[in-house]
């Protein structure tokens, strides 16, 4: 059965490099996260993959552009941001709005994010299922499940 992931962009995919300001697409210097091309690659064989991000200045095309830079864009069906949902994401609404947009049950989506406030504690209470990208291996409640490596996300799939 076909499952839908939904990826959190900054230092979750790719690199949020703290010196650079702006719009990513536009940095001298765009880097993805470890393993990510490849985690993304098998799990689009038999998965759709979004990216939920909180950017808040940058339209779905941008956001585009900045995976093509880091050749992960193929593997991406679409984007959801700020710009296209008028949510922010820190909130249950966000993921809800996801669920609408998307036609699908919260039991067949996924989302994997670096942040609890953000990504992971707002997909849960919207019925997602929820992993936390934790590769500093920071405190994680027993109720999360967590992952220090994205490649880990094909073992427990």
């Given at each position: 059965?076909?499952?839908?992931?939904l990826?959190?962009w900054?230092?979750?995919?790719m690199i949020?490099?703290p010196?650079?300001s702006?719009?990513?697409?536009?940095?001298?210097h765009?880097?993805?996260?470890?393993?990510?091309?490849?985690?993304?690659?098998?799990?689009?064989?038999q998965?759709?993959?979004?990216?939920?991000?909180?950017?808040?200045?940058?339209?779905?095309?941008?956001?585009?552009?900045?995976?093509?830079?880091?050749?992960?864009d193929?593997y991406?069906?679409?984007y959801f941001?700020?710009?296209n949902?008028?949510?922010?994401?820190?909130?249950?609404?966000?993921y809800l709005?996801i669920?609408e947009?998307l036609?699908?049950?919260?039991?067949?989506?996924?989302?994997?994010?670096?942040s609890?406030?953000?990504?992971?504690?707002?997909?849960?209470?919207?019925?997602?299922h929820?992993v936390?990208?934790?590769?500093?291996?920071?405190?994680?409640?027993?109720?999360?499940?967590?992952?220090?490596?994205?490649?880990?996300?094909?073992?427990?799939?």
């Amino acid at each position: 059965m076909s499952h839908v992931y939904l990826f959190d962009w900054g230092d979750t995919l790719m690199i949020d490099f703290p010196s650079q300001s702006g719009k990513m697409y536009l940095w001298s210097h765009v880097e993805a996260v470890a393993e990510s091309e490849q985690t993304l690659k098998q799990l689009s064989q038999q998965h759709t993959i979004y990216v939920a991000t909180s950017a808040q200045d940058s339209s779905e095309a941008e956001i585009q552009r900045a995976f093509e830079r880091v050749g992960l864009d193929s593997y991406i069906n679409g984007y959801f941001c700020k710009a296209n949902l008028g949510l922010e994401k820190n909130s249950a609404d966000f993921y809800l709005a996801i669920l609408e947009s998307l036609g699908d049950s919260a039991s067949q989506v996924t989302m994997v994010g670096d942040s609890l406030s953000k990504d992971i504690y707002p997909a849960i209470e919207a019925g997602l299922h929820a992993v936390y990208y934790n590769p500093a291996r920071e405190y994680v409640p027993t109720d999360v499940t967590s992952i220090e490596r994205l490649s880990q996300l094909l073992d427990i799939e």
